[in-house]
Structures are given as C-alpha cells and as structure tokens.
C-alpha cells in the first residue's frame, strides 16, 4: 500500500511539501501524531508514518521510539492499537525492538482469535470480521510471522460472505460493505484463497456517478476509506477501472482535498487527519498511470 501511495506525489506536485509539514509537525514534536481529539494516538501514528514513508519524508525514528516503549508490551491495549502499535514498531525498525516484545504483541493479537477462526476486538462477538482479519494479518506480517491456522482464518471469511455475493463483517448479511469486501479480497489472496468470480463487477457497482466508492449499495455519499479500499481491491484483482470512471474519482478526490495539506473523509468531513490523508495518497496513487 506504501509503494502505490508513493506515486500519488505525481498528482500532488507543488502541494507534497504542505502534505509532508502536516504530518511532520506532530511527529517531530511529540513523537507521535493526534487522533480527532488532538490526543496523541498510535493509530494515527502508523497512518502518519506511513504517509511519511510515501512522501519519501524522514522522520525522527529515536522520538517515535521513545513514544512506542511507553506502551511496554500492549497488554492494557485494545485490539485495534496493538496492531498498530506493531505496525509502527516495524516501520521504525524491528532491529530496535526490545528482547521479546515481537512475541509478546504476537501472543497478544492472538488473544483476540475467535471460535472460527478469525479475529476481531469485540467481546461479545463469537466470530471474526473482514476488519479483524485485516488488522491481525497486516500486523503478523509486518513482524514476519504468519498467523496460525490460515485455513481456519480463510474459512471465517467465507463465513462473511452476504447474500449478494460480497462480504459484510457480519455473517448472513443481506448485502456486502465496501471495505469488508475489499478487505477480504486482499486477505484471500494473500493467504492463497481466489475470492471467486464476480467481486469485481461488484465493486465496480459501488461507483459514485459523481467519483468515489460507495461504502455500502444504495448509500447517499462516497467516502474516501471506501474509494481508496476499492481501488486497492481492483487492482489486486487485476481490473482496470473504467476509463468512465477514472476522471470522476479524480475529481472527487479534488473534492476532499484542502489546501492545509490533507483529505477529508467525505463531503461532510470537517477534519483533517493522518488516517484519511493515507487513504488519499493510496487512492491517488492508484489513479496516477
């Protein structure tokens, strides 16, 4: 997802340096980037590194490090933070790690396995979601590890599909969701599972005639999370957009842009932060020939 944002600086241009102060003040201040609330949050940390990253921006690796060791082993964390705080351990560099802390956030996702397999946050939950699944493989891998039982965790997936042929994070849906059904794509394949036939004819039907994903059929807007993992999907499933298509999302990635230096979520979007701006270089990059 990296390497594609990279070539968004091809649209970017001018405006990379205002992308790169953005993310950069915070970093370089505090080791660490703010959540909606300006608190720092090492989710939004991993999205600001990684926008970083991109921009081929560096970064103050010994400030970010000292920021992650506060969060010792993850233990008091919730689901969605212990993967990000490996994710960012692995883009600062697994060489800097402590002695025994990969195996402990390892052990630590794993805690989050449900019965089927897969993995997802909620407790009251007893299955996984596309999301769940997301997170725990992108974490494992980015501490060069694959998860046990890749058989069981594929299965839970299928056990996602909705009605309409996609994939919800909820079993038996009536119909799919944008970004679980995105999600899935990129897991199956990963994990050496084909997705099966007609998955890109359905999120193609997710297009905005305005620009844009939908994040569910029959929703009132696009949203640039849905964009951006639709795309990803697309391409992973080797389907050229549409040239109909290619202006229009384009123009509604223009749209959300501001000037600051970052993307909004969605038309309605009044904030600017480190997770939508990745989102937006992906997208961006994926339009960029």
């Known amino acids: 997802m990296i390497e594609v944002a ?10 990379t340096p205002r992308v790169r102060e953005r993310l950069l003040q915070p970093i ?9 609330n300006g608190h720092p949050d090492l989710y939004y940390t991993l ?11 560096p970064w103050p690796r010994d400030a970010v490090r000292a920021f992650l060791l506060g969060f010792e082993q993850g233990s008091h964390l919730d689901f969605i933070h212990v993967g990000a705080l490996a994710r960012c351990w692995a883009l600062v560099g697994k060489d800097t790690m402590p002695p025994s802390l990969a195996p402990a956030l390892l052990d630590r996702i794993e805690s989050f396995r449900k019965p089927d397999g897969g993995y997802d946050g909620d407790p009251t939950l007893n299955h996984g979601t596309a999301y769940g699944a997301f997170v725990a493989l992108g974490a494992c891998q980015d501490l060069d590890h694959s998860p046990p039982r890749l058989l069981d965790l594929g299965r839970s997936l299928h056990s996602l599909r909705s009605r309409d ?13 944008t970004n679980a059904t995105a999600g899935a794509v990129v897991l ?3 994990i050496g599972l084909h997705p099966g036939p007609g998955i890109g004819d359905w999120l193609l039907a997710q297009a905005h005639p305005q ?16 964009t951006a993992t639709a795309l990803h999907a697309l391409a992973a499933l080797g389907r050229r957009l549409p040239n109909r298509l290619h202006e229009p999302c384009l123009d509604f990635l223009d749209s959300l842009w501001s000037g600051e230096g970052g993307f909004h979520g969605h038309w309605a979007d009044d904030h600017l932060d480190a997770e939508y701006t990745f989102y937006g270089l992906l997208a961006l990059g994926h339009l960029t020939a």
């Open 28 to 36: 370089a201040t505090q080791g660490s980037a703010p959540d909606r």
């Open 47 to 57: 999205f600001a590194l990684a926008s970083l990253d991109a921009l081929d921006a």
């Open 165 to 177: 042929g996609a994939w919800n994070n909820f079993p038996n849906a009536p119909a799919g969701a």
């Open 6 to 15: 990279r070539r968004a600086t091809r649209h970017l241009a001018d405006a």
């Open 211 to 226: 620009g844009g994903f939908l994040p569910v059929p029959g929703a009132p807007i696009p949203d640039l999370l849905s």
């Open 188 to 190: 199956l394949q990963h």
